[in-house]
């Protein structure tokens, strides 16, 4: 093997960046107004990899997403979820490149306050 195709060593990711990554991202869509807390008996059991709106689990070096999200009104909820969807696995693979195995976009609520002027 030459020096120029080993790897100088082993890169580990973080549950935290992957989570984080999947939330900038989910927050960036536009129609998005912000991402809903895991219930906690939610969270308790999927305490590893779970953060506010965001559940991460990695199984076989393939990133699982479980996102929970209030889309703000007058949006196709249909279409909005399947931007999320595309625009978190996107990231994910171009960012860490690890394979991305399912990103699932629960909506917890729909945001009808007013638009701020």
């Not at 989570?19 to 807390?37: C, R």
């Not at 693979?93 to 609520?109: A, I, L, P, Q, R």
Request: glycine content about 6%; hydrophobic content about 40%; cysteine-free.
């Amino acid at each position: 093997m030459s020096d120029q195709t080993r790897s100088p060593g082993k890169t580990t990711i973080a549950p935290d960046v992957l989570i984080q990554i999947a939330k900038l991202s989910t927050l960036s869509v536009p129609g998005v107004s912000k991402l809903a807390t895991v219930a906690p008996e939610v969270n308790r059991l999927f305490k590893p990899g779970a953060s506010e709106g965001v559940k991460i689990t990695v199984e076989n070096n393939q990133v699982y997403a479980d996102l929970y999200v209030i889309l703000r009104r007058d949006v196709n909820v249909r279409d909005i979820s399947r931007l999320i969807q595309n625009q978190v696995a996107r990231a994910i693979v171009e960012m860490v490149g690890m394979e991305v195995g399912k990103v699932n976009v629960h909506v917890e609520d729909i945001d009808y306050s007013e638009p701020v002027a």
